[in-house]
């Protein structure tokens, strides 16, 4: 997911630099979106890493 956010940020500066601003602005929102889903994902699997890591078996 951070891959495809990234790319979409590449082609958001060449697109910036040939002077297609629609194609830019595009490509920034759907990588400041992808950049937003990833560090939730990342926020819920680590939260969910910590929790799970707690649990022991006292046999």
Known sequence: ML?????FF???IVAALFGFGGIASS???I??????IFIV???VSLILGLI???KTNIS
């Open 10 to 12: 590449i082609v958001s």
């Open 31 to 36: 990588a400041k979106i992808l950049f937003f």
């Open 3 to 7: 891959h495809w956010a990234l790319v």
């Open 27 to 29: 490509a920034v929102s």
């Open 52 to 54: 799970k890591g707690k």
């Open 41 to 43: 994902l990342f926020a």
